[in-house]
Structure formats: C-alpha cells, structure tokens
C-alpha cells in the first residue's frame, strides 16, 4: 500500500510537470506576455531607444515608456529565456506563490480560493446525480433486459448524450427555473443552502448526459455478471431478485462505471466552463474562460495545473475504489 | 417419520418438457422425463452432457432463462413447485429445496466474504441477527469439515482452494436445513483426491440430517454406492431407471451397459483398453423419430428407426425404453443378427469382438 502511493506521488509530481511545462511554453509562445501587461507599449523598439537609433515618443516625462516596459519586464521575469521563466515560475509555486494576475494584479492563488469552492460542489453534485441516476435506472435496465422498459432507455440515454449540454442546461433553466419556478434562475451563493439549491440544475446538466453513459456500462456489465454461476447460487438460496442485484450482482459490475467517473472528470470540467456560463456560477469555468481570451497566462496556468492535480488525484481514488469493489485487487 | 408414512414422494415429476427457442431452431431439452424421489433417499441423475440432466435440476429450482418453455408437473410435498416459483413464494427455495453447482471458483461470489455468503441466507430466511448468523456459519463450516472455520468466515473465496470452495458451498447450501439438495455435478471440477471426500461429506450429511438428494453426474461411479435410484439419461429422455442394485448389474438398456464400460475399473488389467461408446449424442434441435441412441447402439435393428421406444412400466420400478434390451433374448437376438451382418440397421459397423453381451 505504501509503495502504491508512493509510486503515485511521483506520477502526480511527474504529470504536474508536463502539463504545466507545456501550458507555460504554449503560452509564452503563442503570444507576447508583454502585451499583455503593457499594451501596446510592448511594440516599442527600446533598444533602438536606447542606441538614440529611434525617437523616444514618451508623452510624461515623469515616466518614460521604456522604464516602464523595463519594470514590467523585470517584475514577471519576461527579460529572461522561457525555461529560466518556467524554472523561476515552478520556484514560486514551490512557496505557495502562484504569480500575479495580468488582468487586475490580484494574486493568483487567492482568485482560485474565491472560486474554486463553487466548481467543486457543481462538480460533486454532477457526480452525485449522475451515480444516483445511473444506478437505479442501469439495474432496473439489466434486470429486465430487452424488454420495453430497457430499450425504452436505450433510446433515453442516446438521446442524453447527443443532446449538447448548453442546450440542454437552458432547456432546463427555462422550464423548472422560469416556467414553473421550482429553482432560482439567478445563482444565489451567499449561504450554504441557497448555493447547493441554485446548483442542482447546473448539476443536472451536467450529469444527466453521464448518467446515460454509465447507465450503459452498468447495465451491459449487469448482464454478464446475471450470467455467472454466483447469481445462480444466490437464486437457488432462494434470495429475492432486487436483494440479489444489488448485493450480489452490482459491485462485481461497477468496474466500467468507476474507469469511466475517473476519466469523466475532464469532460465535466469541460462542461463546467459552458454550464457555469449559463447559470451565471462565478467559478473556474468562467475564470479560465475569461483569462484565455485575455491571455492572462498565470491565472490559466494556475487552473490547468488544478486540472491536471484533480485528474491524477481522482485516479487514485478509483484505483482505491478498485481495490475496494473487488478483494482480488488488493492481494496483488 | 419416514418409516410411518413413506406413501407419498417428496418430490414428483411428470412428463417435464423443457425447449429454448433458438436462432437455428428450437433445442428440445428435456422431453418427458417423470421420477419420483421419496424422503431421505438419493437419486442420481446419470448421462453424457447434452443429456438435459442439468437442464431438468435448473428446471427444478426455476434457475432456466426466461425464455425456455417448460411444460410438466413438478411436485414437492404436494405443492407445485413451478406455481410456488411464479408466485414468488418466499422462503421455499433454500429453505426447502435447495443447490450444489458444479464449479466451486465461480458459484461464490468473489467480493463477498465467504462467512457472509452463509450467513446471508441465515439472515434472511430465518431472520437470524448478523452475529447470531456468523456464529451459525463458522458452525456450519465446521460441519462441512472446514479446518480453522473461525478464521474461514472473513476470507474471501479467491483465499481458498477449490475443494474447500466446494465445502464452502454445500455449508451455504445446508444452512436452512433444506430437505431436498440437488447435486449438480458437485465434485467435477475438482481434484480428483478431494472428490471422493466431498461426496462421502455429502452423503454423510445426507443421512445423518434426513435430507433427500439428486445427485446429477456424468459418471456412473460416482453415484455407486451412494444413490438410492438411479435415472440414466439420454437426449431429453429417461432412458432406463431402476434403484442402484438393479441397475448395476441387471441394466437392460444398451446405453447404461455401454456407460458401465467405459468406466476404467480398479481390477482391470493394466492399459486394458476401454470401450468408448461410438458417435457423438444427437442434436436437440428436429431430432428424428427414431431412438436417440440407435445410431451408436450395437443391438440397433430397423424397428429402433420406426420411432422413440416408450418408457416401460410404471413410475418407480425398473423401467427402460429399448426393444431389444441388453440380457434378454430380443437382445441377443438383436446382437447375433447385427454381426452376422457385419453392421447394425443404423449402419454402425459391428465386428465380433466389439462389445455386446459377449
């Protein structure tokens, strides 16, 4: 056990690195982090200045264009190569110091406290809605295979996962928020309460199109595991049938459904971006979306750094959740 | 109790059909098979696979598919066991009749701790607290001769051998006290050194408990010596059923002789050759009107293709369905003429040294 986190830390450390030194390259590359904290400043020809080659066009005398393109320079580091910025960028991290904001030099770190509490209940609540939809209806699905009920939900779940999700989160924001007003149309995070109840149709959104994917992997692997002599043994116990499913038949089944919450999580954090928009969440979705478009590069970094931390972490949760689901597992 | 009323079997079938529809067609499983099996005995249950014994003992405990179509009367202690199952009636299976699957590695379930397979039962059917029922199984394993029971509980299948899977079984089976256990195939997929263990268990706890068994094998020594009666199998059909003596060493159909043979025997000679028995059983799917048996029976003659002999006698004593049965003269009647001819009506070649009653 304690090799197997071990050797998980290091993949965490290993994957933080690639992830982070490919955002940091892509974004330095991709475009001028100058201009994005001097404006149009950073054009200016400062060495030619400098030489007395090109006419200095500073306006305030006070504060010349070239110092000021110097402090900015000097201040995020941007007058050195992009490795020593990265290496100096992961050395700040290393202290807890995330970098500055280009948008409004507030630190990184205390942006992603503000919001980050708001996209993990969204994400949790979709999670939740998800499982709790998917497992009912994927039982009740296998066990009584091929008649109406299931291939009633063959055509529901298909029809979930082709539906977009900002179709159907506004599909649903107008009926149960504006028509019938069962839940807030407009996000109301100041007390617990208040935030889960405006949360529950983002995390519908988000998780009914889940549902129906887990719902098949449940329901397909039911049936195999409706085959194995076990569930005969428990038949001729004389076991009731839903005493059976869920006792007997479901954990064995629960493999595909685990692989695919660890890997969905990106997809959620995808949807995150699109649903928080239309629910008006002040969360990471719409941060990050709002820092690309500004190329406001430490910020970016920062989320896709959390990305990454959640994925490797999740996915250690559900080897744990292996080992768990199956004894086998845990005398490997 | 038994003594003062043996009147009524326990258990009672008659002319059990069971069929699966089929994508080639329909497989005709089980065609008219009727037994009885009265309180505190054994009845084995004999044939190759594809003979419908497994098929009539899931029938038994309304283990089919959904899609098989069964017709017949199935009978215990005078209730229909298949109206009983379409009623959903609680605590009737494992309580009352209950079974023991062939292969100990998959019939337990592998997340489940093997003490709370046991007790699960415990707590259902007789409403037993979760430590009451533990107690119950680390007694039951120990029943079931399971060295260190109390330890045994909290392992998990996957944490024992196949032969002590196979105890762990048949103590699941025997929680409830069941009256009637059926035995299908319990020690073939295990060693071979465990096996003769398991069945004297089995029998052991058979008697000393009153219980009734179907012990369901493809080997005929396997149920020497411990069935009470014996049904041999064949196609769908009961071919020949008598009690254990008679059918040992007095068979009269061909197929129970040809199985007899071809079970090596402790006095034969050492690389004494054994007689396999020709051919391979019929499809299930159309099967013709003939005897099912004639195209690898030696004694086979033209009137064996006219049609499926009938079963003869009545329900309980010896009965076999052939015309021209092994040990009487019809047969050996049968025998000479098929050698004479150098091939049987079927078209089996027949030389004189093969088989028969020679």
Redesign the interface.
Known sequence: MARFVVRRVVLLVAVLFAVTFLGFSAMNLLGDPLVNVVGVLAELDCEGIEAGLVEDTTVDAASRDCDTVAAAKAQYHLDQPVPVRYVLWVGDLATGDFGTSFQNDQPVSQVIREKLPETLILLVMAQIVSLGVAIPWGVIAAYRANRAFDRGSTVASFGLLSVPNFALGVVLLYLLALRWQVFPSAYEGDNLGGLVFSMVLPAVTLGLPLAASYQRLLRTDLITTLQ???V?????????PL?IMF??AL??SMFSVITVFGVSTGALIGGSLVVEQIFGIPGIGREIVTAVVRDDFPVVLAIVMLVACTFVVLNFVVDLLYSW????VR?R | MADLAPSAPLLSVRDLHVQFPTERGTVNAVNGVSFDLYEGKTLAIVGESGSGKSVTA?TL???LPRTAQVSGEVTYDGRDVRALAAE?V??????QM??V???PM???????KVGEQIA??LR??LGRSRSEALEEAVELLDVVGMPEPARRVSQ?P??LSGGLRQRV?IA??LACQPRLLIADEPTTAVDVTVQKHLLDLLDELRRNRGMSMILITHDLGVAHGRADDVAVMYAGRVVETADARTLFFDMRHPYTEALLRSIPRIDDPVHHRLDPIPGRPPELIDPPDECAFAPRCIYAQSDCLGGVPELSGLVGLHRFACLHPTGTERGMAAMSSNRAAGATAAGLPVTGSGGGSG
Request: charged share 30%.
């Open positions: 194995e002599d076990f005969h043994m428990a038949r001729a116990k004389g076991l009731p005493r006792r007997h954990r064995p689901l199956d004894p086998r005398a | 899931k405990m309304n283990l959903k609680k605590h009737f299976f494992g309580v209950t079974m699957f062939q292969d998959t019939s337990l379930n592998p997340v489940k699960e039962t259902y059917h998990y996957h944490e079984v699941m089976a």
